[in-house]
């Protein structure tokens, strides 16, 4: 290329180190916020930027215009858009425009032409009505970086806007791959200077890289003030480069999930894996309330569990269970009572440890199905022929009396259900032990095709919560031939396992008697879920009726706004008084909160308490793949690819179509009928125990449970793969 003999107008042709914010409307978004980082410091390929003025001349002149790079070097070079409107904090529009990497400077004509064509393609889906910047480009040319590894790094975490964690996501070579969706690349979770690889499939940076990367991020989003979306390179001789920076859009809220009170609380245990969105005040203070101080009062009673308050904790209205009776503190100050138990009753306080749990649950389920399913059912009839007929300041005692029985009903759940996790825990580890290295799988199809009921009961409930009104499902069984599939995996595995251990008849023995134990609790958690719930409609009927007195006196503006107040409230104004509640606004901040993606757990669990917790899903045979978008508990076996279809209730239920991958918050009873349409199942929250588990398992479908926060990193259309027996959801 021959120099010019003068350097063209600057209004053509700008050097972009002398380019600023206040250049965006010459120079575009991007070559305005690198000039910006040049000026302060940062470590960005030399370059030039062809204005907008420049890209509105005829190809014919750019020959004469692109002599002014001739001071950058020989190249290569890489040659990007810098539109008008991209870069902003409303609107990125990134990546709409071509960019074109590796251009001989004989070639930059060309690659120019092609860039400035590419903003007069179609204008891009959220292109902003009435922004006529769009299709205005500038184009930049830089020195190109030759990159070992290349990527992302966003200084705040784009599923739940946690403004403390840098993510860093990186390939090999140019991001380029990474920006197009080719591939998934490493992804790093960076907070205060420590760095946790979420995956690394192509390893392409260390841990000490991705700080590096995430704390240049982070002092260029404390420059901006706000939260910053960067492109980096780091070169062959190890030098980091920034090659883009602009604000991050469409942000979750800031908001702090930090626990109100010490110790460890999850979303996914006991009533928390039935609970996928924020409690209203009502359910939280009346109902869920008074279930876990009458199931930890039967704890106590029962086998000597002490269990520190509170049992809850409400974080930005999401429900998170406490788990610190778990905690070493705990277990000493319970040790006295539990050896109490033990020595009064040894098979009652069996159940606490797993591999005795086959000794605990028969004592159990007697008295559920001779004692405590009777009088449970007779309660609920009496309650039925009574809710419409006594008078209204009554209701608060009735609901009472119906919660607390449901409250000693959960433990009994918690008693067998616990035990069908704890048996399955023993199968499982058995099975990796002796089986895997020889069978290979996972333990999970011996404990499918056991009959377990679909869906059952004209009222199923979508949730605890008193809020949702129990629907009517259809009795639904499984497809007679996916029944018979599922059978018949059951017992070759069954028969090929035996045939493994033929050579010992001691673990004959064991796995016989563990398969025993876990096949046989597997049907009875449904069976004692449908029955436990049996009580919410006529619960539910009570409250309407206080809503709508409440509303006949004008204290509330309709009958279901009474969700929206607290028992102590409720019942005050029943009593007369005339404190008036504003529930639209709480109705408005449980909408907004509901937007926001809880993580799994809050507070600071005891180191104990967290290797247990999160060895969990190793112990039923989790193995994280370096390739996961999202990973959980393996909870139903099988692999299935399909396109994701996240479901957030009931209004997104006809959204689901045959074949798609069912993802959601949780799953309950109300849901059964999509399992005979979905490729597979991942939820946010639960256990091997809990609903989408055990359905999945009879439906024949693979199911991912406990992911924590799959409705917010998968969206509706990617193609992904689900394997049920690691509890991996990659990229198909």
């Not at 509640?581 to 104990?608: C, F, I, N, W, Y």
Request: aromatic fraction near 6%.
């Amino acid at each position: 290329m021959t120099r010019m003999a003068e350097t063209p107008p600057a209004t053509i042709v700008r050097r972009l180190r002398d380019v600023r914010l206040a250049d965006a409307p010459e120079v575009g978004g991007k070559a305005a916020s690198l000039g910006e980082l040049i000026g302060v410091g940062y470590r960005v390929p030399d370059g030039v930027v062809l204005t907008v003025r420049a890209a509105e001349t005829s190809s014919v002149e750019w020959a004469s215009i692109l002599e002014s790079v001739a001071g950058l070097g020989s190249g290569p070079f890489a040659v990007r858009s810098s539109g008008v409107s991209e870069d902003g904090v409303d609107h990125s529009y990134a990546g709409i425009y071509e960019s074109v990497l590796d251009v001989a400077a004989e070639d930059l004509p060309v690659a120019t032409d092609r860039v400035v064509a590419s903003a007069r393609g179609p204008r891009p889906a959220g292109y902003a009505a009435g922004d006529n910047g769009l299709g205005r480009i500038a184009v930049i040319v830089q020195q190109m970086v030759q990159p070992a590894a290349a990527g992302v790094a966003l200084t705040a975490d784009p599923v739940n806007g946690d403004r403390m964690v840098s993510i860093v996501t990186a390939v090999r070579g140019t991001g380029e791959r990474l920006v197009s969706g080719e591939a998934l690349g490493d992804e790093w979770a960076i907070r205060k200077g420590s760095a946790t690889p979420r995956r690394h499939p192509e390893n392409a940076i260390n841990a000490a890289q991705a700080v590096q990367v995430a704390e240049v991020a982070r002092r260029i989003a404390a420059d901006r003030g706000t939260p910053q979306d960067v492109e980096w390179a780091i070169d062959v001789a190890g030098t980091l480069w920034i090659l883009q920076a602009r604000p991050m859009t469409a942000l979750p809220a800031d908001v702090s999930w930090e626990s109100p009170a010490p110790g460890a609380f999850t979303r996914t245990l006991r009533f928390g894996e039935w609970i996928g969105e924020p409690v209203t005040p009502l359910f939280e203070s009346w109902l869920l309330s008074t279930l876990e101080v009458r199931l930890h009062a039967c704890l106590k009673a029962e086998i000597g569990q002490r269990a520190p308050l509170p049992h809850h904790v409400l974080v930005n209205g999401w429900y998170f269970y406490s788990i610190n009776w778990i905690s070493p503190a705990n277990m000493l100050r319970s040790a006295p009572s539990i050896l109490a138990r033990v020595l009064g009753d040894p098979r009652r306080a069996a159940g606490v440890i797993p591999p005795l749990v086959r000794f605990a649950y028969p004592v159990f389920e007697r008295e559920w199905r001779d004692e405590l399913g009777p009088r449970y059912r007779s309660a609920v009839v009496e309650a039925e022929n009574r809710v419409d007929a006594i008078p209204v300041e009554e209701l608060p005692p009735f609901l009472d009396g119906l919660a607390d029985r449901a409250g000693e009903y959960s433990f009994s759940l918690v008693a067998l259900a616990g035990a069908a996790y704890k048996a399955e825990m023993n199968l499982a580890r058995f099975y990796r032990r002796h089986l895997a290295p020889i069978l290979g799988g996972s333990h999970l199809p011996l404990l499918a095709g056991l009959g377990t009921p679909s869906a059952s009961g004209t009222a199923a409930l979508l949730s605890l919560d008193w809020w949702h009104a129990p629907t009517a499902v259809e009795p639904m069984g499984v497809d007679p031939d996916v029944h018979a599939r599922v059978v018949r995996e059951r017992v070759d595995l069954e028969r090929a396992a035996l045939d493994v251990l033929a050579g010992s008849a001691r673990r004959t023995r064991a796995f016989r008697g563990l398969l025993d134990h876990a096949q046989h609790l597997v049907p009875i958690r449904e069976a004692q879920v449908a029955e436990w719930t049996l009580p919410w409609p006529v619960m539910r009927r009570a409250v309407l009726r206080i809503g709508e007195r409440l509303a006949q006196r004008g204290v509330i503006g309709a009958a279901d706004d009474v969700f929206f107040l607290s028992r102590t409230e409720a019942v005050a104004a029943l009593r007369g008084s005339e404190a008036l509640v504003d529930t639209a606004s709480r109705r408005a901040t449980r909408e907004a909160q509901a937007k926001l993606v809880p993580p799994l757990m809050v507070g600071r669990p005891h180191p104990a308490i967290r290797r247990l917790w999160e060895g969990y899903p190793a112990m039923l045979g989790a193995v994280r793949s370096e390739h996961a978008l999202v990973a959980g508990t393996p909870a139903s076996g099988g692999r299935a690819t399909g396109s994701v279809r996240v479901v957030r209730g009931p209004d997104d239920f006809g959204t689901l179509q045959p074949g798609e991958i069912l993802v959601a918050p949780m799953t309950a009873p109300a849901w059964t009928p999509l399992f005979r349409t979905a490729a597979a199942v991942v939820t946010d929250v639960g256990s091997p125990a809990a609903h989408a588990s055990i359905i999945a398992r009879e439906y024949g479908i693979p199911a991912v449970v406990g992911c924590g926060d799959a409705t917010a990193r998968l969206r509706d259309g990617m193609r992904v793969t689900v394997d049920g027996g690691t509890g991996n959801v990659e990229l198909a």
